[in-house]
């Protein structure tokens, strides 16, 4: 069971290896009809990582570019049982060792960690992939630093005895799958040269782990099955009393923190914001407001009236702003003969029979307009309103906002929607978002113009959590050529909630 530990750090680090500490209470499931949960005095951690000391294991371990033989190099804990990854073949830049079958599930936190040390190249990277996401880091074996970590919510390297570095990375697992891979890769794309020799020790590796947990715990020796470990809660809460026979909490125990949901950062990320009204006399109750292109049309019986075949309208000036978006809602009436179109704005079907109207537009005109095309009949029920009226969301060309939806149209090799200056560039996020009506093209979504995350060609609903590398603060979508719509868009700033309660 994951350790549901308050105060858990989150951000990325390299630090010094420092005494787990266990200061609050774990609750299980014991499996009672009612669905009860009781205290836990124990932490239980399991390192689904086979063979995790001994990379020689063909069955558990394929390799690329490498030979690893079964001479034996001292290991952190003393031991003689580390392996050395050493160069087959002459001019490689990547040398990997890895291990498929690893089983993860969707939306559960993890943490990949190896010991690794130098000895002809000085760097190791660590990656995992479920068939979806591919969180990696570099780590530099020489100074300790860690470069060109993405997909990960954490990373950190913790140096040890005789050049060893234990180096990790924190993950949230984007699909459930039982082929996920463990590699030790010993190029970083650091600029590292070409190993020309064949049988050169590159790096020396021991003690893998992949764990359902937010940071690398004790390491756990496994052989032929995954292996659980369980340690004992130590009792150093002011809040929980482990000591006493019934284990009751105290009244308050709020002292040392709550849970809270962060609140979603984007604005309007669902874009149904709409401004206010802007028809004054929309149910036409009096003969007001309206202005009118001729005799042909006037007001009666509470209903907009065509009473002609000929191109006639009902306006209002100096209503809208050009460039902007709006909702129109109506009602046709008593219909004859033609159709309704506007001035001010263009939609696509026309409303050409009796029933209610819902239409989005793009203003080209300050004045709004119902124009009767060889329309006969009556209209009724007129409601129009700014969509995005705050502007939160900047649209380029092709995109627009309508039904609830930011939706592009494809016309565009590129083009961009975009939040601005949203986003804490220091800060982990959970970005959520749903696409539909994708037919073509590629929708991507960048990290303030910098590093694509997610290239979407499907309807789907898209989650997943990165550090904020980017150039700037802004969310933003990028069309290439992209037909479809993005909906309910929540960025929220990352921290791990409890699990198995």
Known sequence: MPRNGLGMPISASQS???????????????????????????????NIVLHSQDTTDAEAWTKENTAIDSTLYEAPDNSTTANAIKSDGTGEQVYNIKQDGLSVTAGKTYTLSAHVKKENLGFAQLRFSDGDGLPKAHFNLTTGAITHASNTIRTQIDAMDNDWYRCSITFVATTSTG???????????????????????????????????????????????ARTATTSLNDTSDVWDFDSANLMPEADPDS?????????????????????????????????????????????NGKGNYTAGTTEYFYKANTLTIGKQYKLVFEITDYTAGYISAFGGNWSSPADEAGTYEIYFKCVDTSFG???????????????????????????????????????DGTESVSYLRQNGIVDLTSVYEIKFTVSNSSSGTLNLLKGN????????????????????????????????????????????????????
């Open 16 to 46: 010094q290896a420092a005494p787990v500490v266990i200061d609050d209470v774990l609750w299980e499931d014991f499996g009672g009809s009612g669905g009860e949960i009781a205290v836990n005095y124990q932490e239980t951690r399991t």
């Open 179 to 225: 082929s996920g891979m463990v590699f030790a890769q010993s190029a970083a794309g650091d600029g590292t040269p070409n190993v020309a020799v064949s049988g050169i020790v590159l790096i020396y590796v021991w003690g893998f782990q992949l764990e359902e947990n937010i940071e690398a715990s004790p390491y756990i020796v496994t052989t032929t099955e």
């Open 256 to 300: 040392e923190g709550v849970w809270e949901i962060p609140d979603n950062i984007v604005l309007n990320g669902g874009y149904e914001e709409l401004g206010s009204e802007l028809v004054t006399n929309g149910d036409f109750a009096s003969d007001t407001w309206w202005g009118k292109s001729s005799a042909n049309i006037n007001i009666s």
């Open 370 to 408: 119902l124009v009767g095309n060889s329309f006969v009949g009556s209209i009724d029920n007129v409601t129009l309103k700014q969509v995005d009226p705050n502007d939160r969301w900047v649209l380029g060309t092709g995109w627009s906002i309508e039904d609830g939806k930011a939706t592009s």
């Open 450 to 501: 910098a590093s694509t995350q997610v290239n979407v060609t499907s309807n789907n609903t898209y989650t997943f959590y990165t550090a904020w590398d980017g150039s700037s603060g802004d969310i933003v979508f990028q069309s290439l050529n992209f037909v479809g719509s993005v909906d309910n868009v929540t960025v929220k700033e990352y921290a791990i909630q409890p699990q198995d309660v």
